[in-house]
């Protein structure tokens, strides 16, 4: 028995032969200088799968050493993607983000 990874998106009717597991964002939405080193960070691209707004969620930066990338932790907040990192995300809900990510402007 094999597994169907894919999914079919409803609003173009394609069949998408697996989940994308990388989407390309736009540049942070504001950054200077001047934030290098600040003592607080903060989400700075916005997912425009969540509402409300990702843009300047609060988060918890953990180094690692050369090599590993950094560890970036939400805040425990109620947003919604805070919510997610935090007790996790069932597969069903990461279909309907690719869905959302792959036809933006386009819901069921």
Known sequence: MSIDSGFLRSCCGRHHDELPLSYHMPA???WSPEMTGAPD???SPELP???????NL???LHTR???????????PTG???AVEQRTGIA???VRE?????LHPGQHN
Do not use: Q
């Open 49 to 55: 799968v969540y509402e409300p707004t990702t843009l």
């Open 41 to 43: 960070s903060a989400l």
């Open 58 to 60: 609060k988060t918890n």
């Open 79 to 81: 947003h919604p993607l």
């Open 65 to 75: 050493p050369v090599g590993p990338r950094p560890v970036v932790e939400l805040e």
């Open 91 to 93: 597969h069903a809900r």
């Open 97 to 101: 983000l690719a869905e959302l990510l």
């Open 28 to 30: 942070p939405a504001h």
